[in-house]
């Protein structure tokens, strides 16, 4: 499905029925990372999956900055044409640094929240730099190829199977150069979110992979400190996509997170 406003394209699913449940995809890919997810939580709520603003089918960006508020208010604007008025997020990694922006925007939209294989803080000075290095290589080569040999081999664990890696490798390779650099530049740009963590009153599931070497478990062990009754799962194994890297584990927290939200 489609969704259009100011001048921006979404594509989107939205499937099933009950608690809505909103999927926001990592960097750099695309709705089609929930595949497990959407197939097996539509049988229990409402799941609704959006390209971000840019990736997959949606309609590309110009290469600036997209920050982390605008892809949350792009989220809160798909909310409000589905006429949902409270939704559970679940962001991973860069999915996650949207779902704080969200969060700190739109609180009164939350009903729980799932912060997989992210984390609160922002950039270090040399990280930043790191990515901002990396857009302008991107605009001076044309090619997303620096990112995509650079990040596909950290993004599973060592025994994730061949044919999940040849699959998130080819989604990589399928993201567009300007919506790559718009992200890129968002995600430099993006704040502290450690404060508001503290102010986080509803329910919250912090998910992490023993074998993720993106965002290492110690960063969700820091989220979890400082989220009053917020619950941990660190699944053995599993990489920084933890949901394509196990999901049955994975998918088996969602669910038992939704139900305890009905
Ligand atoms: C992601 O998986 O979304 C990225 O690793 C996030 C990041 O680069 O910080």
Same mark, same amino acid.
């Given at each position: 499905?489609?969704? &259009?406003h100011?001048g921006?394209?979404?594509?989107? $699913?939205?499937?099933?029925?009950? &608690?809505?449940?909103?999927? *926001?995809?990592?960097?750099?890919? $695309?709705?089609?990372?929930?595949?497990?997810?959407?197939? @097996? /939580?539509?049988?229990?709520?409402?799941?609704?999956?959006?390209? !971000?603003?840019?990736?997959?089918?949606?309609?590309?960006?110009?290469?600036?900055?997209?920050?982390?508020?605008?892809?949350?208010?792009?989220?809160?604007?798909?909310?409000?044409?589905? =006429?949902?008025?409270?939704?559970?997020?679940?962001? !991973?990694?860069? #999915?996650?640094?949207? @779902?704080?922006?969200?969060?700190?925007?739109?609180?009164?939209?939350v009903?729980?929240?799932?912060?997989?294989?992210?984390?609160?803080? @922002?950039? +270090?000075?040399?990280?930043?730099?790191?990515?901002?290095?990396?857009?302008?290589?991107?605009?001076?080569? #044309?090619? &997303?190829?620096?990112?995509?040999?650079?990040?596909?081999?950290?993004?599973? #664990?060592?025994?994730?199977?061949?044919?999940?890696?040849?699959?998130v490798r080819? !989604?990589?390779?399928?993201?567009?150069? &300007? +919506?790559?650099?718009?992200? /890129?530049?968002?995600?430099?740009?993006?704040?502290?979110?450690?404060?508001? /963590?503290?102010?986080?009153?509803?329910?919250?599931?912090? *998910?992490t992979g023993?074998?993720?070497?993106?965002?290492?478990?110690?960063?969700?062990?820091?989220?979890?400190?400082?989220?009053?009754h917020?619950?941990?799962?660190? *699944?053995?194994d599993?990489?920084?996509?933890? =949901?394509? $890297?196990?999901? $049955?584990?994975?998918?088996?927290?969602?669910?038992?997170?939704? =139900?305890?939200?009905?």
């Open positions: 499905m489609k969704y &259009t100011q921006v394209s979404l594509e989107y $699913d939205d499937l099933g029925n009950g &608690t809505p449940l909103l999927f *926001i995809h990592g960097f750099p890919l $695309d709705r089609s990372m929930w595949g497990p997810q959407v197939n @097996a /939580l539509q049988k229990v709520c409402r799941v609704i999956a959006p390209d !971000l603003r840019g990736f997959g089918q949606s309609n590309d960006t110009d290469g600036q900055a997209v920050t982390m508020e605008t892809y949350a208010d792009d989220m809160k604007a798909l909310l409000d044409s589905l =006429n949902v008025q409270q939704a559970v997020l679940c962001g !991973l990694s860069m #999915g996650g640094y949207i @779902a704080l922006a969200f969060v700190a925007k739109h609180v009164n939209r009903k729980g929240l799932i912060l997989s294989n992210t984390k609160a803080g @922002a950039d +270090t000075d040399a990280g930043r730099q790191g990515r901002l290095d990396t857009s302008i290589k991107i605009e001076q080569t #044309g090619s &997303t190829g620096v990112v995509v040999d650079s990040m596909a081999p950290k993004m599973l #664990g060592p025994d994730a199977k061949s044919e999940t890696a040849t699959f080819s !989604l990589m390779s399928h993201q567009r150069s &300007t +919506t790559v650099t718009s992200a /890129l530049r968002g995600m430099a740009a993006r704040p502290d979110r450690t404060p508001l /963590l503290a102010n986080i009153k509803f329910p919250t599931l912090i *998910i023993s074998a993720d070497v993106v965002i290492p478990p110690s960063e969700s062990e820091a989220m979890h400190k400082a989220i009053a917020s619950t941990l799962i660190n *699944i053995p599993a990489g920084h996509l933890a =949901n394509l $890297d196990k999901p $049955d584990a994975y998918n088996e927290a969602l669910q038992a997170f939704v =139900n305890q939200l009905a």
